[in-house]
């Protein structure tokens, strides 16, 4: 679908429409054709946390003198 012809939808289509699109996951075909699709739901929320925490403190810091 073209940007015109998205444009041309979206005006066709109601306010509740438009609203209830948006909520709406992507198409499972878009999801599934990532290369990263085969890792979605491998991690718990905890370990997401976990490692998001290990980077945040771990990258955010810069040794000028290590290299």
Same mark, same amino acid.
């Given at each position: 679908?073209?940007?015109?012809q998205? @444009?041309q939808k979206?005006?066709?289509?109601?306010?509740? &429409?438009v609203e209830?699109g948006?909520?709406?996951?992507?198409?499972v075909k !878009? @999801?599934?054709?990532?290369p990263?699709?085969?890792?979605? &739901?491998?991690?718990?929320?905890?370990?997401?946390t976990?490692i998001?925490r !290990?980077i945040t403190?771990?990258?955010?810091?810069?040794d000028?003198?290590?290299w």
């Amino acid at each position: 679908m073209t940007h015109k012809q998205l @444009i041309q939808k979206l005006e066709q289509t109601s306010d509740e &429409g438009v609203e209830t699109g948006l909520d709406s996951p992507p198409p499972v075909k !878009a @999801i599934s054709e990532h290369p990263f699709a085969k890792f979605i &739901g491998i991690l718990s929320n905890s370990e997401a946390t976990e490692i998001q925490r !290990a980077i945040t403190a771990d990258c955010s810091q810069i040794d000028r003198t290590e290299w």
